[in-house]
Antibody, heavy 123, light 107 residues
Framework: DVQLLESGGDLVQPGGSLRLSCAAS????????MTWVRQSPGKGLECVSG????????YYADSVKGRFTISRDNSQNTLYLQMSSLRAEDTAIYYC????????????????WGQGTLVTVSS | DIQMTQSPSSLSASVGDRVTITCRAS??????LNWYQQKPGKAPKVLIS???TLQSGVPSRFSGSGSGTDFTLTISSLQPEDFATYYC?????????FGQGTKVDFK
């Protein structure tokens, strides 16, 4: 069974940094594009950043461009999101999600999701 | 970015009702539209991809239709386990974007 397990969420002050991880199992990790999707409390879903199976072609939402960096270590089956200059509006549950294709811009859906990790930005 | 607008934002229904949720895109995107179901405290679950392809294990009471800018999710006979929030998501161009959600609750 495919499993995605996020970690790294925490309470952080505005302007601070945090790194999220998503450990994958039950799949050939390097074959699939991965995306970070966040959900603010009581609000909808936003695709924050995505990356192709080989680690190339990352994209970012305008709201995080220049502050967040996505990466992956295929030897460790792990996806990362480095977040800096955090703002109150970054407070959300962060999910990692898999697309059933290699290229991040393949026109697929998200077929597997993790359980999410909570990031709270507050002083 | 492509903006996705769902309607209604919420609806109240009874078991056995036929429920229809619509999603409109700000630009034409062929059939690159997916539907998800989310229950409280859980991650979203994909129901339908490419506008009308039912995902494995999803009951046949769920169906999707549409192309271009207008799409529809239909639940033919609402069951107790279907009370949830439903989201559309476009996979035509990055960044992928979601609709704001439609909450289906008990009448």
């Amino acid at each position: 069974d495919v499993q995605l397990l996020e970690s790294g969420g925490d309470l952080v002050q505005p302007g601070g940094s945090l790194r999220l991880s998503c450990a994958a199992s039950g799949l050939t990790f390097s074959s699939y594009a991965m995306t970070w999707v966040r959900q603010s409390p009581g609000k909808g879903l936003e695709c924050v950043s995505g990356i192709s199976g080989g680690g190339g072609d990352p994209y970012y939402a305008d709201s995080v461009k220049g502050r967040f960096t996505i990466s992956r270590d295929n030897s460790q089956n792990t996806l990362y999101l480095q977040m800096s200059s955090l703002r109150a509006e970054d407070t959300a549950i962060y999910y990692c999600a898999r697309s059933p294709g290699f290229a991040v811009k393949s026109r697929y859906y998200f077929d597997y999701w993790g359980q999410g990790t909570l990031v709270t930005v507050s002083s | 970015d492509i903006q996705m607008t769902q309607s209604p934002s919420s609806l109240s229904a009874s078991v056995g009702d036929r429920v229809t949720i619509t999603c409109r895109a700000s630009q034409s995107m062929s059939v690159y539209l997916n539907w998800y179901q989310q229950k409280p405290g859980k991650a979203p679950k994909v129901l339908i991809s490419a506008a009308s392809t039912l995902q494995s294990g999803v009951p046949s009471r769920f169906s999707g239709s549409g192309s271009g800018t207008d799409f529809t999710l239909t639940i033919s006979s609402l069951q107790p386990e279907d009370f949830a929030t439903y989201y559309c998501q476009q996979s035509y161009s990055t960044p992928w974007t979601f609709g704001q959600g439609t909450k289906v609750d008990f009448k």
